[in-house]
């Protein structure tokens, strides 16, 4: 059964950096895009960004172009997210993705789903 972990997820004053961490399991990781999209209370889940299979190509939403820095590492299972620069309005649950071949900015189609870490930001 394929698995996503998510890690590094905390409360952080404003302006703040934290590094997120996505670890995978029974995965043919480079075949796959992988991608972060969060989660805010009473809100839709949204694209943040995401990387394809052999890391040359990423991909952002205009809210966080700029401050978040998405990478992975093939070798070891494991996708980033660097978050700086951090704003209050980023709080939500950050959820990794896994999607085969390509990526896209619809939730609805991504194949697999970590069970999300929260990033709480104070102002």
């Known amino acids: 059964q394929v698995q996503l972990v998510e890690s590094g997820g905390g409360l952080v004053q404003a302006g703040g950096s934290l590094r997120l961490s996505c670890t995978t399991s029974?995965?043919?990781?480079?075949?796959?895009?992988m991608g972060w999209f969060r989660q805010a209370p009473g809100k839709e889940r949204e694209f943040v960004a995401a990387?394809?299979?052999?890391?040359?190509?990423?991909y952002y939403a205009d809210s966080v172009k700029g401050r978040f820095a998405i990478s992975r590492n093939n070798a070891k299972n494991t996708v980033y997210l660097q978050i700086n620069a951090l704003k209050p309005e980023d709080t939500a649950v950050y959820y990794c993705?896994?999607?085969?071949?390509?990526?896209?900015?619809?939730?609805?189609?991504?194949?697999?789903w970590g069970q999300g870490t929260q990033v709480t930001v104070s102002s």
């Open positions: 993705a896994a999607r085969q071949l390509y990526y896209s900015r619809s939730s609805s189609s991504w194949n697999y």
């Open positions: 029974r995965l043919t990781f480079i075949s796959y895009a």
């Open positions: 990387i394809n299979g052999n890391g040359g190509n990423t």
